[in-house]
């Protein structure tokens, strides 16, 4: 069986793909994740998760199969990314307050010279919030790592009035095209330990 190493250190992604009954192995690996200039949210998670892939691959033995993702996300162009305290936060959930932003999430797998990546995109639609709830959600401390100040999987789920696209892709690993991807490189779901 080929081995699967998962170039992560989100728990997130590593939960999502036990979920998915795929036996893997951690290898986080460490890149430059800047933007680039007029770079698009897309091309930017493409970029990233194919290069977290080719930097996990290059330093493991040939023939393994490597899974990397990114995830952003954009609010009326404006880019989503990790607060950096406080009002940062609070500043980017009122901007999503009661309007849709958007999320998108890249995944790519390489084994030797190989490497596909696909990207998908998801909406969330947000409530209203208010300055106080947003100030009483970061002192959960959930927000201060997430981008977007969010945990959709957590305490943040209350934000949501709805999502259209990927709910396991927002949380940072959309499972049924990951699912597809690693099967085209032989690794498939529900395997026994």
Known sequence: MTDLFLASASPRRAALLQQA?????LFPVDIDESWLPGETLRDYVSRLAAAKARTAAEQLPAGSVVL???????CEDHRLVKP???????????????????????????????????????????????EAECRRY???GEPCDKAGSYAIQGYGAVFVERIEGSY??????????????????????????
Request: charged content about 15%.
């Open 84 to 130: 950096l305290g406080e009002d940062d936060a609070v500043r980017m959930l009122l901007q999503m307050s009661g309007r849709p932003h958007t999320v998108s999430t890249a995944i790519s797998v390489c084994q030797g010279q190989r490497l596909e990546t696909r990207v998908v995109d998801s909406t969330v639609y947000f409530r209203r919030l208010s």
């Open 138 to 140: 970061w002192a959960t």
């Open 21 to 25: 009954g795929i036996p893997f192995r």
């Open 68 to 74: 990397a993702a990114d995830t952003a996300g954009s």
């Open 168 to 193: 396991s892709g927002v949380v940072g690993l959309p499972l049924c095209e990951t699912a597809a991807l690693l099967s085209d490189f032989g690794i498939a779901c529900w395997q026994q330990s």
